[in-house]
């Protein structure tokens, strides 16, 4: 049996399964998806990744075998990858040491790093509910109901909530907001996409990007796309988020753009005035858009 357990989680392996708990601070997709056990047959490998506060320990899993790492398309970032662990200094040696293990289990079965044909984890628990920017969306396994709230258009609340019975739909796709680009959460219906922007679709979220919370609506968009007809095909390689570090880091603006970063700052001010941002959100979001301007 090899353990470690941190602050951001613990994780065990007994040889067969390994197994992640959440940390109680631990980003909002991590606590919302819970437990997770991985099977032996769903690892492709394992890394220590040594850093000067600690490091991260990382699990690879094969392509295709789990619904959440589909659904992002490598687009999750560290904090909120329910695969990766944050290690505090005095445990790199237990780190290291649990990278053996599961390697050493990996060779001695045999398990190989190839893509599934099949989804080998349960994906998120239903029903499951998730989103932001301009609204929530839910999926009971059957349909999927999209609310919106007072900043959607009127184009989207003209009509009440949206329900689409999962018999309607073709794709289902998540983008997170990189930047000061909004992200959406989009679920086309089988009759064609709608040509209209995310924001004024009535079968989509506009992500803003405000709250870690949002990055929650990548579980719907998970708990739909394994239910979907062809969705478990397998992918050309194993799922290995890229690092997003970089990307996630707001892009100076052209000196062109100021009106638009003034204007999402007002609206920052807005929301937190309304208690949508709490004080440190509010905080973190301003000193972004200030940093492109």
Known sequence: MAE??????TWTFDGDTV???????????????????????????????????GGRLRLRLRGGAC???????????DGADPYVLAVEKDRTGVAEYFVDEVRNALLIEQVPDTPVDRFLLPGPTLPVSGGGGDGTAS???????????????????????????L??????????????????LRFEPVEGPVSAPPKYDPYALDLWGMSKREHTAVLVAAAVLMRLPGARKPVDAPETPPALAKAAEPAAAPAGDHDVLLRRLRELGELHRAGVLTDEEFSTAKQAVLRSM
Do not use: C, M
């Open 67 to 77: 619904p959440v790492l589909r659904a992002a398309d490598g687009r999750l970032k």
């Open 139 to 165: 999926f009971d396994g059957e349909t999927i109901r999209l609310t919106w709230n007072w900043k959607a258009e009127e184009s989207k609340t003209a009509g009440g909530a949206s329900t689409l019975p």
């Open 19 to 53: 197994r992640i708990v959440p940390g109680g601070k631990a980003h909002p997709v991590r606590q919302e998806l819970g437990e997770i056990a991985v099977p032996l047959a769903a690892v492709a490998g394992v890394s220590f990744e040594p850093d000067r506060k």
């Open 167 to 184: 018999s309607r739909i073709a794709a289902v796709r998540w983008l997170p907001s990189i930047g000061l680009e909004n992200g959406y």
């Open 4 to 9: 470690i357990i941190q602050r951001d989680g």
